[in-house]
């Protein structure tokens, strides 16, 4: 997708004209508050179908912020169609400047469920990072059994072992392995 300020670009405009002069390029106002939201509620209304029909859903979620530093929240949902097709639809990723407390995290995952007529007793399990937050947010959406995310475990498992002092010696003598071998000729 061309970024929407080329759209209103004259040179832009001639340009497309020069391949095709009956084309007529779209504006940013028409892209942004028509054709864009036409295709996400067509996109949203097909998911929603999906669900109905599907029985079980599993959840993945996490709370992150952007190189800007503005907080968001994300829900993906997975399921098994019934023509038995793994389906994964990220539902929502949402701004969310409220402090990422459990029960607001759990409120906000309430909200995007009901906006895609979800209830609790079709979710079957939630996977989420390990911080007491998410914990949290699960504990309060009692009837999702939580699994923690193996990446997260495994990126902490790395991080607290090359602290250790003996892996820190370890990995010194490998660096100094590698630049010995990367700076010789043979």
């Not at 859903?57 to 190189?67: K, R, V």
């Not at 059994?145 to 090359?162: D, E, K, Q, Y």
């Amino acid at each position: 997708m061309l970024p929407f300020s080329i759209v209103d670009d004259p040179t832009f405009k001639d340009f497309i004209n020069s391949l095709n002069v009956r084309y007529t390029v779209p504006s940013r106002k028409y892209l942004s508050k028509t054709a864009i939201p036409k295709k996400y509620n067509e996109m949203k209304m097909k998911v929603i179908r999906e669900l109905k029909d599907c029985g079980s859903i599993s959840l993945t979620t996490d709370a992150w912020s952007s190189n800007t530093m503005d907080p968001y929240l994300s829900l993906t949902a997975h399921f098994i169609s019934p023509t038995w097709k793994l389906r994964t639809y990220c539902l929502r990723t949402i701004y969310m400047p409220e402090s990422h407390t459990g029960e607001n995290l759990a409120a906000m995952i309430r909200t995007i469920l009901r906006e895609y007529d979800i209830t609790l007793d079709r979710v079957v399990s939630i996977t989420t990072d390990s911080g007491r937050n998410m914990v949290k947010a699960c504990d309060e959406l009692s009837s999702i059994v939580r699994v923690p995310c193996f990446g997260h475990i495994l990126h902490n498992s790395v991080n607290n072992a090359t602290k250790h002092p003996d892996m820190a010696q370890t990995l010194k003598s490998i660096r100094s392995i590698v630049t010995t071998f990367s700076h010789s000729g043979k």
